[in-house]
């Protein structure tokens, strides 16, 4: 299948237009026309090189909504027409105990991502959904409620499933009282979610500037985390805090903050953080974890949920050739809450 993406080439050039052959169908495959793709930090990061082991040319994107085209003979779960998404995963080893219990994300011979991962089969580096079509195998293939608005689906792909798979790991339901740092795309997710679950939710921020659109998303609280008496205050209020910034920082000033046996998940920074202080963890029975996604049943799981909660992010729709112009505004935290490109914008070129 001849088709195009935008692909960067380099770590220090724009992402350009990239015209490239996808794989036949294999006998499980499913084949995707995207719709729309959601533009993550991630995306970012890869396309940039700031992580080891970028492969280019790169086509980032894994968020990604569509419209099944066409399916291999032996897939039975979609049919041509369906609206269909893909994550952050296409690919797992599905033989070990982890791709047995529904946790692909940690397989223990590694998951295959949508982009810039091998194909276990030919070897191939993947390449993203910043493109017009797709082909994914069935098992990796999510169903899209019917309710939802497909425009705004795709954060839930990777944002969504982020935040929610912490908050239902650690039993999150009524009465439960919810944290979350930082307010960007991850956390304004972590908020609804949080709230579509049944929790007291607080929102974490070291500026009151924040406050008024922390209240619309449906948090109950706003914490000022520079507020020393308003934080001494807080102490112990916490079942679990959810920690979505996505730089180094300081996790000691929110430990206290914990509830004895309290959790604060970090599903934000990949990489160091400040020296944490042991007297907190000890004192309360504290802990620090860490998230991936979720497995390919609970992202199912986390879309239907929105589907009957009518839970969606805040976006804004872009067009594919804008990505750049996305890019730079990331970096600067210019975007309320995410990006979503409009896939129709990308023109498919003439069949060879």
Known sequence: MKTIGYAAHSADTPLVPYTFERRG???????????????????????????????????????????????????????????????????????????????????????????????????????????????VREAFVLRVPETLDVSRVAPLLCAGITTYSPLRTWNVGEGSRVGVIGMGGL??????????????????????????????????????????????????????????????????????????DGTLCLVGQVGPLEELVSVPLIMGRRRVAGSLIGGIAETQEVLDFCGRMNILPECEMIRMDEINTAFERMEKADVRYRFVIDMSSLEVPDAA
């Open 25 to 135: 169908l294999r006998a499980d495959d499913v084949a995707i026309d995207i719709l729309y793709c959601g533009v993550c930090h991630s995306d970012l990061h890869t396309a940039r090189g700031d992580w080891a082991g970028t492969v280019y040319p790169n086509i980032p994107g894994h968020e990604i909504v569509g419209r099944v085209t066409a399916v291999g003979p032996d897939v039975s779960k979609f049919a041509v027409g369906d609206t269909v998404a893909v994550g952050c995963m296409v690919d797992s080893c599905q033989d070990c105990d982890r791709c047995h219990d529904d946790e692909e994300q940690y397989c223990r011979n590694g998951f295959t991502a949508t982009y810039n991962s091998p194909d276990r089969i030919t070897g191939d580096n993947t390449l993203g959904g910043y493109s017009k079509h797709v082909i």
């Open 187 to 260: 956390g304004h997710m972590a908020i609804k979610l949080a709230v579509g679950l049944g929790a007291h939710v607080t929102v974490i921020s070291r500026s009151p500037s924040k406050e008024a659109d922390a209240r619309e998303l449906g948090a109950d609280a706003f914490l000022i985390s520079s507020d020393r008496a308003a934080m001494k205050a807080a102490r112990n209020s916490f079942d679990l805090i959810v920690d979505t910034v996505p730089v180094k920082h300081d996790l000691n000033p929110y430990m206290p903050l914990l509830d004895v």
